[in-house]
């Protein structure tokens, strides 16, 4: 039997972080502050300006990915707006913290055993271009799919692009990098001792793989239908 547990306006906020700790990561690229005391979720949302159905729509979207269950995207719940500005804040976390926190933290653990200068090069070669490869595909979102979003919800639809086309540039790449690395980590770095911080890199290496794919979900399976949906109502209007 599945555990998912739909979230609702009138549940504490408190609650909904207490039940499922990674929902802390969608607060901060929502703009929600801690410290909200016994405030219900629909009260935070409003106290601090953010949409509270599209907030809802992307916390029990990540508690059913998290644990399974049967949700139902409701798209007429969704804010585009909303959406897209928890999307940028979400790709400023991964380049501007995240990914370099953990090649920080890499160079460090790498720095332990200074006899492993070829390995560490390769290691930290490949962490790059998985970098970089991240960098590519959200600053093409960033520049274009979502230029073209708050384009349509101007009401301007030019048919040159759709947004099926967005997922073309998702992460088949991405994940063939980090696949790669993962395994040079893993398979060749001659550990001479037990490498605590090496062990926590990698750790941290497996819990942003894990959060960006959720990241790349949440935009396949809630983004796009709701653009999709935006898409097909401009173009209805424009043949009416």
């Known amino acids: 039997m599945s555990n998912f547990h739909k979230f609702k306006p009138t549940d504490k906020m408190y609650n909904v972080i207490g039940r499922n700790y990674s929902l802390i990561s969608v607060l901060s690229r929502f703009g929600l502050s801690l410290g909200f005391g016994e405030k219900t979720v629909r009260e935070v949302c409003e106290s601090q300006n953010v ?65 492993n200068n070829d390995i560490t090069e390769t290691i930290l070669m490949f962490y790059d271009k998985y970098v970089e490869e991240v960098r590519r595909h959200m600053d093409y979102e960033d520049k274009y799919v979502f230029t073209y979003v708050k384009s349509l919800l101007d009401g301007n639809y030019s048919g040159n692009f759709n947004i099926r086309n967005f997922a073309e540039h998702h992460d088949s790449h991405i994940k063939k990098k980090l696949t790669e690395l993962k395994n040079i980590i893993i398979k060749y770095y001659p550990q001479t001792q037990c490498n605590n911080l090496l062990n926590a890199s990698l750790f941290d290496i497996f819990n942003c793989e894990a959060d960006l794919q959720m990241h790349c979900s949440l935009e396949d399976n809630v983004f796009a239908p709701a653009v999709a949906q935006l898409e097909a109502k401009i173009a209805n209007e424009a043949q009416g």
């Open 51 to 115: 949409d509270c159905n599209t907030f809802l729509t992307v916390v029990n979207f990540v508690e059913e990915e998290s644990v399974g269950g049967d949700f139902v995207l409701e798209l007429e719940h969704i804010s585009l707006e909303a959406l897209i500005e928890y999307l940028k804040q979400a790709h400023s976390y991964f380049l501007d913290f995240s990914l370099p926190a953990i090649r920080q933290k890499l160079c460090q653990a790498l720095d332990m055993e200074p006899g």
